[in-house]
C-alpha cells in the first residue's frame, strides 16, 4: 500500500519557525521527485518547493530565502523547513511525489499551517 503522510503543520506566531514532513511507504522513495504545494482557502493550489532525485532544489518566489525543502532517502521522507513565518503563509500544506520514468503521481493528505498572532 502506497501512503505519503504528512506532519508537523500546527499555529504559530508570524516570525516562527515549523519543519513539515512527509513520510513515504510502498514506494521506491528516492526514485521520486518531490514537492510540497499550499493552498489556502479561496485560493488554487499553488507549488512551494520542488527537490528531484538528485537533490537539486527550486523555489517559489515567495519562499525563496525563507524556506528550505530537503530529503532523507534513507527514511523515504521530504521535509520542508519554514522560517520567519508570515500570515499569508497559511494554508493546507500537501506533499507530492512524481516519478518522471512513469508519470506515477501521489499526494498526501495535507496539513494545516496557520500563522496568526
Known amino acids: 500500500q502506497v501512503q505519503f503522510v504528512e506532519s508537523g503543520g500546527g499555529l504559530v506566531q508570524p516570525g516562527g519557525s515549523l519543519r513539515l514532513s512527509c513520510a513515504a511507504s510502498g514506494v521506491i522513495f528516492s526514485r521520486y521527485a518531490m514537492r510540497w504545494y499550499r493552498q489556502a482557502p479561496g485560493k488554487q493550489r499553488e507549488l512551494v518547493a520542488h527537490?528531484?532525485?538528485?537533490?537539486?532544489?527550486t523555489y517559489a518566489d515567495p519562499v525563496k530565502g525563507r524556506f528550505t525543502i530537503s530529503r532523507n532517502n534513507a527514511k523515504n521522507t521530504v521535509y520542508l523547513q519554514m522560517n520567519s513565518l508570515k500570515a499569508e503563509d497559511t494554508a493546507v500544506y500537501y506533499c507530492?511525489?512524481?516519478?518522471?520514468?512513469?508519470?506515477?503521481?501521489?499526494w498526501g493528505q495535507g496539513t494545516q499551517v496557520t500563522v496568526s498572532s
Open positions: 507530492n511525489a512524481l516519478w518522471l520514468v512513469t508519470m506515477r503521481e501521489f
Open positions: 527537490i528531484t532525485s538528485g537533490d537539486t532544489t
